[in-house]
C-alpha cells in the first residue's frame, strides 16, 4: 500500500447468480487481499444458496428479488458500499474491486490490481489473466468489444471483457450510469479513456471455471454479444 493508504481503503464488490459452490471460496480469499476492508456480494436473483453461503464467508449481501443483469448488480454493490463509507464517516471513499464470482481461491491473486489505484498512479485497472481457456464462440464477443473500444479511444485492451478491474470511487462516477448488462465492461473502457482518465491492463494468476460450449454456454455468449454490441451502439 502507497504511504496516504488506510488498511481498509478497498471494498470489494461481487456479482454473483447461482455460485453456491464457489462464492464462500471467493469471498475468502477476496477478505485477505492487502487494504480490503469489506466485501459485498450482490446476489443477482439467484436460485439457490449463494446469499447463505456469502454471509457464511463473512461478506456483506444484498440481493435482486429477480435477476438484473451483470450492470444492475455492478451498480448496487458501489451504492452498498457508498452507504457504508457514510455510515463509518470516513473521509474518503472505498476504492472499488469489482470480482467475478467464480474465481474461487484464485481471488486471492488480486493484489496486483488493487496496487497501482492505492498508489495513484491508475485510476482503473484491468486484469490479464496469464492463462486463458479458449472456447467456441466467446472469441466473437471479445473480437468485438475490443475492435469497438479501438475504435472509439485508439487504445485495444487485450482483455477488453475482463471483469476483474479496481478503480477510483470518483473513476466510476465518471462512467456512470454504466453500459447494460454484460455491455458494462465494454462502456466502463470507453467512457473512462475518452474522459482523459488513466486504465491500465496487469496480469495476474487468476482463472474462472471453464464455461464449456453447451447450448447454456453458448445462450450465455449470444447475451454478451447482445450487451456489448449495445454498449457499442451508443458510443461509436
Do not use: Y
Amino acid at each position: 500500500m502507497s504511504a496516504g493508504s488506510l488498511p481498509d481503503d478497498v471494498a470489494v464488490i461481487i456479482p454473483a447468480r447461482n455460485e453456491a459452490e464457489r462464492i464462500q471460496a471467493t469471498v475468502t480469499a477476496a477478505a485477505g487481499l492487502p487494504g480490503v476492508g469489506v466485501v459485498v456480494v450482490v446476489d443477482d436473483g439467484s436460485r439457490d444458496a449463494t446469499a447463505k453461503a456469502a454471509r457464511r464467508a463473512g461478506a456483506v449481501v444484498t440481493r435482486h428479488a429477480r435477476n438484473r443483469g451483470k450492470s444492475a448488480a455492478m451498480q448496487t454493490g458501489a451504492e452498498a458500499v457508498r452507504l457504508l463509507d457514510q455510515r463509518e464517516q470516513r473521509e474518503r471513499p472505498r476504492h472499488l474491486l469489482f470480482l467475478d464470482a467464480d474465481l474461487g481461491d484464485t481471488a486471492a491473486q488480486a493484489g496486483p490490481l488493487i496496487d497501482p489505484v492505492l498508489a495513484g498512479t491508475a485510476d482503473m485497472t484491468i486484469a490479464i489473466f496469464t492463462s486463458i481457456v479458449k472456447l467456441g464462440g466467446h472469441g466473437l464477443v471479445v473480437g468485438l468489444s475490443g475492435a469497438g473500444i479501438r475504435r472509439a479511444t485508439g487504445w485495444r485492451p487485450v482483455q477488453p471483457l475482463n471483469g476483474q478491474r479496481c478503480l477510483t470511487r470518483a473513476a466510476f462516477e465518471a462512467a456512470r450510469p454504466l453500459a447494460r448488462g454484460w455491455g458494462a465492461e465494454t462502456g466502463l473502457t470507453i467512457d473512462l479513456v475518452r474522459g482523459g482518465l488513466r486504465v491500465t491492463e496487469v496480469q495476474v494468476e487468476m482463472a474462472h471455471r471453464a464455461t464449456g460450449t453447451g447450448l447454456r454456454a453458448q445462450l450465455h455468449r449470444a447475451h454478451q454479444l447482445a450487451g456489448v454490441a449495445r454498449a457499442l451502439a451508443t458510443r461509436l
